[in-house]
């Protein structure tokens, strides 16, 4: 995978834009700053906005090409964020790290979802946030983004088992219009937006 990413992030123009997810900005906006982990954190547009309001940023990809963008945009923005080129299933998580977790279009197969879902309620701090933009399931077959393979889409009721531990305060799949590409991540898209806090 680090090289079909490596391929799209290789070109100057940043694939998804440099302006951060609007349910992420909204997350961040709407919290305090702390310590938040970005899996799949591409070129950086998300990081670099955490980072520009306070928070101290950990993001985890597979694609070198997507950090060495991140950490342009990161230099051109005046800010600092830590990106490391990891599988996610090799990175070492520390218990009670995090004060957010923001999963944005990361796609995982059901197995590997529920082992890292699992590794993220433990990687929260007690008051910590889940916070997850993804494409439903009702996705496939729509050329506006995501995989298009049924078992890598999410619906409602699987993050709600995954993430049971949470308090959850947000769950729903909406219709939205994204605008982050003219190839991809364009058009009427079917999303999950999620929120679950660790209890304290």
């Known amino acids: 995978m680090n090289q079909f990413w490596d391929e799209r992030y290789a070109p100057e123009k940043y694939y998804y834009g440099k302006e951060p997810n609007d349910f992420l900005k909204f997350c961040i906006d709407n919290n305090p700053a702390g310590k938040i982990l970005l899996p799949g954190d591409g070129e950086g547009r998300n990081s670099v906005y955490a980072a520009s309001r306070g928070w101290e940023t950990h993001s985890i990809d597979v694609s070198e090409k997507g950090r060495q963008k991140a950490l342009k945009l990161a230099e051109e923005m005046g800010v600092n964020i830590n990106y490391e080129v990891i599988d ?15 999963l944005i279009y990361v796609h995982l197969f059901p197995g590997q979802r529920i082992q890292n879902h699992k590794r993220f309620i433990d990687a929260l701090k007690p008051g910590g946030k889940l916070v997850m933009e993804v494409f439903s399931k009702k996705q ?23 993430f049971a531990l949470l308090d959850i305060s947000r769950a729903e799949e909406l219709t939205v219009f994204k605008d982050e590409n003219t190839v ?3 058009g009427e898209a079917e999303i999950i937006r999620f929120i679950g806090t660790k209890p304290l």
Do not use: F
């Not at 996610?88 to 923001?102: G, K, R, S």
């Not at 995501?146 to 889409?153: S, T």
């Open 88 to 102: 996610l299933d090799d990175v070492q998580l520390e218990d009670n790290a995090y004060d957010m977790i923001a």
């Open 140 to 162: 496939l077959g729509k050329t506006s983004g995501g995989p298009q393979q049924l078992d890598l889409l999410y619906d409602v009721d699987e993050l709600k088992v995954d």
């Open 184 to 186: 991809s991540h364009h």
